[in-house]
């Protein structure tokens, strides 16, 4: 089985589910570590709960980002971990950092990329009045969210919908499709060009 680490920066639902499917004995992937850059994280306690390792560097108490990814780096390197899932990870990372990890870092976003990358995804799709909005798992790359898309899947717009119901509907298919395309990346079934 493939060994994988999780960055996380709040809930971790996508972590959740993630840890949910590598528990089937079939999975080609185990999760060995969540690591968070905010210690309040609730998804640390979900993932010490099931036993996993966890750890927590907040970028502020480093001179410079790249000293705070490199340590994020050593972490993951002392996990042995063969790919790294971005579940909900809020901060931008730099080039040094992606490229290291580079065809071997996947992430889930809140849109039917290329629309919408960055923030508030629910209430632009809302505000443009979108019939159709969704998810997108995709390789990480330099360019935000700009990394080639692995799976999607569509939710419908519906009447009276807020960016929170809208939410709600779209997390629903990230719980399934993110351990979806990890099966993809970690059976070998799929990669990245790079
Ligand atoms: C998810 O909806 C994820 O797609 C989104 O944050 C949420 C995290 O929820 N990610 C991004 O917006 C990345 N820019 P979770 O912590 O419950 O998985």
């Not at 994020?72 to 971990?81: A, F, G, H």
């Not at 692995?150 to 990230?174: H, K, Y």
Request: include cysteine; hydrophobic fraction near 45%.
């Amino acid at each position: 089985r493939k060994r994988v680490g999780i960055l996380i920066s709040g809930r971790g639902s996508n972590m959740s589910a993630l840890i949910a499917a590598a528990q089937a004995p079939d999975y080609p992937a185990e999760i060995v570590g969540v690591l968070s850059n905010r210690a309040a994280a609730a998804g640390l306690v979900t993932a010490a709960e099931h036993g996993i390792a966890t750890a927590s560097l907040a970028q502020s108490k480093f001179p410079s980002r790249d000293m705070f990814e490199d340590v994020m780096t050593q972490t993951l390197e002392s996990w042995d971990v063969d790919y790294v899932c971005l579940a909900g990870f809020m901060r931008i990372l730099g080039a040094d950092f992606v490229n290291h990890w580079a065809g071997r870092m996947i992430n889930i976003h809140p849109s039917l990329l290329p629309l919408y990358k960055g923030l508030d995804t629910h209430a632009r799709a809302l505000a443009d009045g979108a019939a159709t909005h969704g998810c997108t798992v995709h390789f990480v790359t330099p360019g935000l969210d700009e990394g080639a898309p692995i799976l999607q899947a569509q939710v419908p717009v519906l009447p009276g919908d807020t960016p929170d119901s809208l939410a709600a509907r779209v997390l629903v298919q990230e719980h399934r499709i993110y351990p979806e395309a990890l099966r993809l990346l970690a059976s070998g079934q799929i990669a990245a060009l790079t």
